[in-house]
């Protein structure tokens, strides 16, 4: 599986100050971690990394926000 580098350089950096939030999480360290341990096997440049890995916890965050909101529309 490849990454395409334009997907990844028009990622907004608006998730910037949301994503720093998770910083403090450690579920949230051990997560961006393996995304940097992945995307480095995989062949993202060094300088994409970051990119990369506020991209998937923005995904992760968002999925699980999605999930809060069913959950409390059942209940």
């Known amino acids: 599986m ?5 997907v990844i350089k028009e990622f907004r ?3 910037d100050a949301r994503l720093g939030a ?16 992945w995307a480095r096997d995989h062949g993202v440049a060094e300088t994409d990394l970051t990119r990369v890995t506020e991209m998937v916890m923005g995904f992760a965050k968002s999925a699980i ?7 409390h529309v059942v209940a």
């Open 2 to 6: 490849s990454l395409d580098a334009a």
């Open 13 to 15: 950096t608006g998730e």
């Open 22 to 37: 998770l910083a403090s999480d450690p579920a949230a360290s051990i997560l961006k971690h393996a995304v940097r341990i």
């Open 65 to 71: 926000r999605d999930c809060e909101r069913k959950i």
